[in-house]
């Protein structure tokens, strides 16, 4: 009796689950995707979708729609209420179209109460590492432990989707089908010439990583580097790069807070690149006067971040906010050039390469699929799903325009000339 009622119970719970997909997508949908039950059944009619959403058990859909969100969708992929099969960058469009669409009320009441016949399931909602962090927002011993969060998993997992040099930030594509490699190697490289280094010349990136940046810079311009960063993980791994490649005495990589560093050390040069989204846009003031501190007269700061466009506001609380960069802001590019500037920097040049960090990301998300295995070995499920769906996620915002990524050239005047060459042509050169 009790098998039966159970089998009664699954078949009641898959009769509501294609009314809530027929009425939430449409019953006449031909989207290119499909969704598939936990029985098998497909409800769609595209035959050759470009993504399959797999409903993992018959609570599945109120896990995901209940209280819907960015997070509660988030949460319910990563702890395998349903899955995405096949190119899951295309699925936030329609995430966003999900998240988007204004219903009447009779609408809204009738999802409603199809969900509330479905089961409600106990599943283990546990992240590995996940904790709150403690102390002020944007505290130095606060931000220690935002950056650890992030970027302490072991160097392997990343190394499963970077390229050999492990650069963790947008790539530069001459064209689209340039390999990873080539366009990391590219960046690095268009950043050296953006900053104009010269041999001899001192070197600070803020928020080095890896080491790639000031490893290049060393070896192809031959200017002595300073990298810094909060991570130990990443400064034990810069360093051991730094004594293979034999540059131990031109670079360096320290465990330094930017706020940290002596008033009296001066640099030629300075590039903080995908850190100022740490920063908080209550610290921008703080942030550019610190480089401006930092850097001689007539020197340059190249300053690339993502920022969210000035339009763009997002409902509700955020899925990346909590498992991915906790403290993460992204002020629009005029709130941080307003900062720069009312930090006696002159801004010279700015440029968007969102579409070069949208081709980035699911090049990322591409090597990550690959190495499944590998990642969930060294990691964990939770881990890997978190990153896969935070990683396809922001390349559907860098492509949809909610994120962009700038590089800023910000000039400290020296007795109220630039010294800078009238054109960008060696930039290009």
């Known amino acids: 009796m009790a098998l039966r009622e159970k089998t009664w119970h699954r078949q009641d719970a898959l009769h509501q689950s294609i009314s809530f997909l027929d009425l939430l997508f449409g019953y006449d949908s031909t989207d290119n995707y499909q969704v598939r039950l936990w029985d098998g059944t497909v409800w769609g009619k595209a035959r050759e979708p470009q993504f399959t959403l797999v409903l993992n058990h018959p609570g599945a859909l109120r896990s995901m ?3 819907p969100s960015q997070l509660t969708l988030g949460e319910a992929f ?5 899955d995405v099969e096949g190119d899951i960058e295309a699925a936030f469009w329609l995430a966003d179209r999900l998240l988007n669409t204004q219903r009447g009320l009779a609408e809204s009441l009738r999802l409603r109460a199809i969900l509330a016949k479905l089961p409600s399931e106990l599943r283990p ?6 904790g709150q962090l403690r102390g002020s927002q944007h505290s130095r011993e606060r931000d220690r432990q935002a ?10 997992f990343f190394s499963l989707f970077l390229d050999t040099r492990m650069v963790y930030s947008c790539a530069y594509f001459v064209s689209p089908d340039i390999e990873l490699e080539i366009a990391q190697q590219s960046k690095l490289d268009y950043i050296c010439r953006k900053l104009r280094l010269r041999p001899g ?8 990583g890896w080491g790639a940046l000031i490893v290049w810079a060393a070896e192809h311009y031959g200017v002595r580097s300073l990298g810094i960063t909060l991570s130990p993980t990443q400064a034990q791994v810069a360093n051991d790069r730094i004594r293979a490649a034999r540059l131990s005495d031109r670079c360096q990589v320290m465990i330094c807070d930017y706020r940290e560093l002596s008033p009296a050390t001066e640099f030629d040069k300075i590039a903080s690149v995908g850190m100022v989204e740490h920063v908080g846009e209550a610290h921008l003031p703080e942030y550019f006067s610190s480089a401006y501190r930092l850097l001689r007269p007539g020197g340059v700061f190249l300053n690339h971040g993502i920022a969210r466009a000035a339009t763009y506001h997002r409902e509700g609380p955020s899925f990346i906010d909590k498992y991915v960069f906790p403290d993460g ?10 900062a720069a500037e009312d ?7 700015v440029e968007n390469l969102g579409d070069h960090y949208a081709l980035t990301l699911h090049n990322w998300v591409k090597r990550l699929e690959q190495n499944a295995a590998d990642a969930v070995r060294i990691t964990d499920d939770v881990t890997y799903r978190i990153w896969r769906l935070y990683m396809a996620g922001s390349a559907h915002w860098f492509r949809s325009g909610k994120l962009n990524i700038f590089q800023s050239l910000l000039l400290k005047a020296e007795d109220g000339e630039s010294h800078l060459p009238l054109t960008r042509k060696d930039w290009y050169q």
């Open 201 to 208: 010349e001192r070197f600070l990136d803020i928020g080095c």
């Open 125 to 130: 909602r546990a992240v590995p590492r996940y």
């Open 65 to 67: 729609f209940l209280s």
């Open 343 to 349: 930090n006696r920097f002159e801004v010279r040049d």
């Open 78 to 82: 990563i702890f395998r209420d349903f």
């Open 329 to 338: 802001d992204l002020p629009p590019i005029n709130v941080m050039l307003r």
């Open 147 to 156: 950056v650890r969060y992030h970027y302490d998993l072991p160097p392997e």
